[in-house]
């Protein structure tokens, strides 16, 4: 007679929106479909590490037939984005063994589909990655799970950005998540109208922001300005204008703000914004809760095929598969400066920053 699989699920890193609807696909398809058994680990590699699981069941969280997870926030397991479990990698893998789990699911951006993978190999777990983070940075999939939503709050945020920023003439700077990437910048800016967007990938010049505000100004009569600033900026190399010729105390946004109020050739009223963790927070959007059905799906139909360090990818609107080591040997994935995004951008009118040779 053949054993019902126990199946593990786990969340890691920073959280996000559509986490708990994965988490939902994977229980509905591996118990309707495959009648296996789905425990969630609570915290990552720490629940791991503590040998602790809970056994998630259809509809477990049922309150009069309406299930939250699909539009809950947040992950019901819990997560952690730190790596020092694993300084106890002998320990981590003893533990898994101790859970007697057939598989595991891992939920997690590149660096912890890095960590759990490298357990895998070494400790021959048969373990599927889902991409998830807000920056959107996992190579090999055109979107991660909750960056859709935080590209939507973010918009969202410039639409009331904007009109308090006309109704009093001012410059709203603000500065918004994604590490080392600017691909969260770069969308919510273009979805949400700012004039400026400054990400890591393209140095910038701030007299030419200020030129740029100028000309909105003079020449087309706008009164007020949004300035988009990804955290990962290097303030102060672009252009050779470092304002406090000092490692930078504050965060980027202000940085800005300060730079532009003392470079401008005009008085300007400015005013930062830093949307921090509002960035991961709130429901996820249809297009985050269709990709968590979709990956969710497919990792659970690669571990029934016996497959194993293999990602499952959003990629031309449909899943696939695809080896871990490839996408990590191309994590973090940046904004190329030239992409046609970029250019889309600059065609509506936006300053994005240029080449170094032309700043
Ligand atoms: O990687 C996701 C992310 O939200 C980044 O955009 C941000 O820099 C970081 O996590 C914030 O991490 P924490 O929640 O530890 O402050």
């Not at 602790?52 to 019901?76: N, V």
């Not at 672009?238 to 003392?262: H, P, R, T, V």
Request: negative net charge; hydrophobic residues 45%; aromatic residues 6%.
């Amino acid at each position: 007679m053949q054993t019902q699989k126990r199946l593990g699920i786990l969340t890691s890193g920073g959280d996000c929106p559509g986490l708990n609807a994965v988490i939902r696909a994977v229980v509905s398809h591996a118990t309707l479909t495959y009648d296996w058994q789905v425990y969630g680990i609570p915290y990552a590699t720490q629940g791991l590490l503590e040998r602790q699981m809970i056994p998630l069941h259809m509809h477990s969280f049922d309150l009069r037939g309406i299930d939250p997870l699909l539009s809950m926030g947040g992950t019901i397991l819990g997560t952690i984005n730190k790596g020092d479990t694993l300084n106890c990698i002998d320990q981590i893998l003893a533990s898994y063994q101790a859970l007697d789990l057939d598989a595991l699911i891992g939920i997690g951006g590149d660096g912890s589909i890095a960590i759990l993978n490298q357990l895998a190999l070494q400790g021959n777990w048969q373990f599927i990655a889902i991409p998830k983070t807000i920056d959107n940075d996992v190579a090999l999939t055109e979107r991660a799970i909750g960056f859709d939503t935080a590209v939507n709050t973010i918009t969202e945020a410039l639409n009331r950005l904007t009109f308090t920023a006309a109704s009093h003439d001012r410059v709203m700077v603000v500065e918004v998540m994604g590490r080392e990437a600017g691909h969260l910048a770069l969308h919510s800016g273009i979805a949400g109208g700012a004039d400026v967007i400054l990400i890591p990938e393209i140095p910038y010049s701030i007299q030419k922001v200020c030129r740029h505000l100028a000309e909105l100004r003079d020449r087309w009569h706008r009164r007020f300005a949004i300035i988009l600033v990804a955290e990962g900026i290097h303030p102060g190399e672009e252009d050779g204008i470092n304002l406090f010729n000092q490692k930078i105390a504050c965060g980027k946004g202000q940085y800005i703000a300060d730079c532009i109020a003392s470079c401008s050739s005009y008085p300007v009223d400015i005013r930062v914004s830093v949307l921090g963790h509002i960035q991961r927070g709130g429901i996820p959007s249809a297009l985050d809760r269709l990709m968590a059905a979709a990956l969710g799906k497919a990792a659970v139909d690669l571990i029934a095929k016996g497959q194993s360090s293999q990602m499952a990818a959003w990629q031309n609107g449909t899943v696939s598969a695809v080896p871990i080591e490839q996408v990590c040997a191309l994590s973090p994935l940046v904004v190329e400066p030239d992409s046609d995004l970029v250019q889309t951008a600059r065609s509506l009118g936006i300053y994005v920053g240029e080449l170094k040779n032309t700043l």
